[in-house]
């Protein structure tokens, strides 16, 4: 019987392969016959999509195969078929590798503004063919999906703590998430100081705030394997993981207030800063009568409807509340999850499937969020690392990733695996690729530095797991022979 089920596998595997493979040969000239053949506008828009999805797939295929988290094989897929795109002439990908930059273009910079004389040369000729308009508007779909995806994504983040969690969390946890902040944030500005003087200081602490990011994620999936989520080292590193989502959410908001003012002076700091707590404070207090409001209206529809409806405007509300007071939406998305939980709802009767509010969010991260992921990857500019500069950059900010999340270790007491909580705190998977997007998008990270993050978040990513089991090796040795 389990040979038999070890052929159906490996029998999917390669349909999967084949299937996706077919998918990314004929998606470009799929795109091009719809866009001749329908009538229907939004017609290549789905398959623009659905193309994207198919990649993100077979790079989530190929990482689990290597016991690699998901994120990494996106990215990759998304890194490889830009840069085949790219050098293959594709219009879709000449576009959405200039996503943030393109759309500038329809509030009236003009392409030699934007890019350099190649880049700006084959942006040009591409909207301004007879496919232009087809490709923008794949390409607009793609973004927006994408956002929303990272949306839910922090939403999730949110979901799995709460605010008397993280009151509960202990000194032990907030220590080290804050030895966590400090030091690859001072870190990374020292080394872009040395290495790129000439650059703006302001950029300087934008591209070193992405060193600051955690993915709890990775770490908790790693710690549930190991059966370590309540272990000292496990509780330490999930709460500390945590607060440092806060943290680098805060850093995150007065850094970008800052950009975007073009401001940097003592009042405008605290400014934002009193900005960026009354908005976590505003929320904790009218966030749940918002939501009792909410869901005053929606209770009377079938339980499931209630609790989706009701996440997905809360979560989606308080993002746009967030980006109205200057702050990013991933922030209100984080402080949506933190907030709303089952217990708002009505127990559901016997009549009703229970479904959590996590249940029913987690198919549309499922499906949005490796779109974002993918589009990140056709981004990076794999030319930009012929550069040694770029090369140089971005070892570095790997060094200053890692040294600075070791340090945190040193936070936790005495009697604790300091090295095993370090390591949990590696990893910026996702959380990091938000931060270097949003720099990206505000036209302060340029394709260099963006390239040298995307590396630093592939190599934590890489590292982490396992770095974190061979630290907790024993731990992980004495549960399997207990099993």
Do not use: C
């Amino acid at each position: 019987m389990q040979h038999l089920t070890k052929k159906l596998r490996e029998g999917s595997r390669h349909r999967l392969i084949w299937l996706a493979a077919l998918a990314s040969l004929l998606a470009p000239v799929a795109v091009r016959a719809t866009e001749n053949g329908h009538a229907d506008p939004i017609a290549p828009v789905i398959l623009g999509v659905a193309w994207i999805l198919s990649m993100a797939i077979l790079g989530r295929f190929a990482a689990r195969s290597l016991n690699q988290p998901a994120v990494v094989g996106e990215l990759l897929m998304g890194i490889a078929i830009g840069h085949m795109g790219y050098l293959g002439g594709g219009e879709l990908i000449t576009v959405l590798r200039e996503v943030p930059q393109v759309f500038l273009l329809m509030n009236g910079a003009t392409a030699d503004m934007l890019f350099d004389g190649d880049t700006a040369a084959a942006v040009t000729q591409v909207l301004n063919g007879p496919r232009g308009g087809v490709m923008l508007q794949v390409a607009h779909s793609v973004d927006v999906f994408s956002r929303y995806g990272v949306i839910f994504l922090l939403f999730l983040v949110g979901l799995d703590s709460s605010v008397p969690e993280l009151r509960s969390v202990g000194v032990e946890s907030a220590r080290v998430a804050l030895i966590g902040v400090i030091a690859p944030f001072v870190l990374g500005v020292f080394i872009l100081f040395f290495l790129m003087p000439d650059v703006n200081p302001d950029v300087r602490l934008f591209v070193a705030a992405t060193l600051v990011a955690t993915s709890v994620g990775i770490t908790a999936r790693v710690l549930q394997e190991l059966g370590q989520e309540h272990s000292a080292e496990g509780r330490i590193i999930l709460g500390a993981a945590i607060i440092d989502d806060i943290l680098g959410l805060l850093m995150l908001a007065v850094i970008s207030g800052i950009l975007v003012s073009g401001e940097f002076n003592f009042s405008q700091v605290t400014r934002l800063l009193l900005l960026s707590v009354a908005f976590f404070g505003g929320a904790v207090f009218l966030g749940p009568r918002l939501l009792k409001i909410l869901i005053r209206f929606l209770v009377a529809l079938d339980p499931v409807e209630a609790k989706l409806f009701t996440a997905f405007l809360f979560a989606t509300i308080l993002a746009w509340f967030a980006n109205l007071v200057g702050l990013a939406t991933i922030v209100g998305a984080f402080m949506a999850g933190l907030l709303l939980n089952d217990a708002y709802f009505p127990a559901s009767d016997e009549k009703h499937h229970f479904a959590s509010i996590k249940d029913l969010i987690q198919p549309l991260e499922a499906i949005l969020l490796p779109i974002f992921f993918v589009l990140m990857g056709i981004q990076v500019k794999l030319e930009t690392l012929n550069d040694p500069v770029v090369l140089i950059v971005a070892l570095h900010l790997v060094l200053a990733a890692i040294v600075g999340k070791l340090i945190s270790g040193l936070g936790a007491p005495r009697g604790v695996r300091r090295l095993a909580v370090g390591f949990g705190m590696l990893p910026r998977g996702e959380v990091g690729l938000v931060f270097a997007s949003i720099g990206k998008t505000l036209g302060v990270v340029s394709d260099t530095l963006f390239s040298s993050i995307v590396v630093m978040v592939i190599v934590t990513t890489l590292l982490a797991p396992g770095l974190l089991k061979w630290s907790l090796r024993d731990a992980g040795a004495d549960r399997i022979g207990s099993a």
